[in-house]
């Protein structure tokens, strides 16, 4: 079966929001990605740890079955964030950052990934996801994620990198901020001119779109009734997306868009714990009962 | 067939935006409500203007075959309206209104509705609509509307309403006034408490969700390219939904689902064009050639 690899973070996040507080639990793009990608498909994660990282949290990582040859454990500390959100989960504050050993890390992959296989660059600096994108080779589909920081301080790279990403994952503030174009529509057709055969563009509470070369996609997320930490909503939908993909063979217009919908049902059990207890506990009967009453909602 | 009975404004608007300018062009809830609901059912209007309301404007209401004998026509001037959008039509500000005859203006329906028939009271003062629901009696099924400012002003007549009203519309911020509560799922299900059987929360360019006792339906906007108007969306929304379940003579969830999904489509092409001049143009085959675009949009 295809593989997801996952370039990303592997950090130890503390949380303080309206739910309460989570200290130095496992966090990170790559976590987050690999352990919803892990649901449907073996996942790679390629990152770096300090060698004060957790042996529980490694072994979280590896719950799955995630091939972890690619997370090297080098000497210092492990990537440390800290976060604070406001009520209501309107906006979130970063309270700390020490990016520790995944400063200097130059992410390794293990060789021309197969065809079939599916590359996940998280977002990090887009000057490293290109570094990767060169090992790549040229078989593996490319799905790439960002943030405001790198489109503003890294548009160069980001730019040289799109035009070799199949797949780019971005939210709705940071489509209009890379384009330049308020409205959604107009933006995400404007990204795919820049490379991409499709972008997925991340609305959070109000659900995505999906731009594909045969048309628009869009759903609404599920309504929740209580977030308690939205960390990771992103990555665990799009790891998710990508993980459904892999498992079923395809990466072609129906099979992103049963892959967004499943993205949709991961991302909204990934927000009710702190870090991915949620997610550890999840099972793929879980995620398709999730998915009967995703339909269901969206039924007419 | 079952009637739409519409109770609200019918006025004459100028509309300034990014697209342009619109000057004293027939709108008014009713309108907007009646053009939309006449797609599927046969509409009545109940509403008044002035002896200054221009021959063509009434001609245009009566094309779908409106009941316009609850329109009257008194002495003075017709309700005018005028509101300029922000770019990307981000907020909208009133910049002249004047009630003229709708200001004194008493609404009376032909007697008590037969049984299946719907009654809409769109948003006008909750005192006026409380005087309509006295004569509309025990079989209509009655759907009503309200803004933020009936919502600050008039909350114990609001309050008392709802508790005969089976289906009510509100947006977002609207649902969150009303409720105290920031989270809509939440939210929507507070407003049913206070009475409803059935709430729909309109969000805007992010679609909008419907709230049953048989549990909760989502949907998206359809993703547009370019907005003319945004004047009257929200009115032949609910116009468009309660035509469309008169029409099937049901006001069950599923009818009400079918119905939310046209009246998604329909709002989709009244922001097309200012005023009800896309309205006007539009056939059923129409509504229905875009509701398969529709469904397209959100399969999986």
Redesign the interface.
């Known amino acids: 079966m295809a593989r997801v690899w996952i370039v990303g973070s592997v950090a130890l996040d503390t949380i303080e929001g309206p739910a309460g507080r989570a200290e130095k639990v496992l966090g990170g793009s790559a976590t987050y990605a690999s352990c919803a990608a892990g649901l449907f498909a073996r996942a790679g994660i390629i990152a770096a740890v300090g060698d004060d990282f957790p042996a529980g949290a490694l072994a979280v990582l590896g719950e799955r079955g995630a091939d972890l040859s690619g997370l090297k454990r080098l000497p210092g500390k492990t990537f440390t964030w800290a976060g604070r959100y406001a ?2 989960f309107r906006t979130r504050e970063t309270t700390h950052l020490d990016l520790g050993v995944f400063g200097s890390f130059r992410p390794v992959l293990p060789g021309p990934l197969p065809a079939g296989d599916i590359l996940f660059l998280g977002n990090i600096d887009h000057d490293i996801q290109l570094g990767v994108l060169d090992q790549a080779g040229k078989d593996a589909f490319v799905a790439a994620d960002t943030i405001d920081h790198w489109i503003r301080s890294k548009r160069d790279a980001l730019v040289t990198g799109l035009a070799r990403t199949k797949l780019f994952f971005l939210n709705d503030e940071e489509a209009r901020l890379l384009t330049g174009e ?5 933006a ?1 057709e404007a990204i795919r001119r820049m490379g991409p055969d499709s972008v997925v563009v991340k ?1 959070g ?3 995505s ?1 999906l731009f594909t070369g045969s ?12 977030v308690v930490d939205p960390t990771g909503a992103g990555d665990s939908f799009a790891g998710a997306m990508l993980g459904s993909m892999a498992g079923q063979g395809s990466t072609g217009p129906d099979a992103m ?2 892959g ?2 499943r993205g949709t049902v991961v991302a909204s059990f990934t927000v009710e714990a702190f870090g991915v207890e949620r997610l550890r506990k999840l099972s793929p009967v879980d995620v398709e009962a999730r998915l009967a009453r995703f339909r ?5």
């Open positions: 009520p209501e308020e409205n959604l529509a107009r995400g609305k509470e109000h659900g779109l048309g628009i996609c869009a759903m609404p997320a599920l309504p929740l009734r209580g868009r049963l967004m919908a269901e909602l969206v039924r007419f």
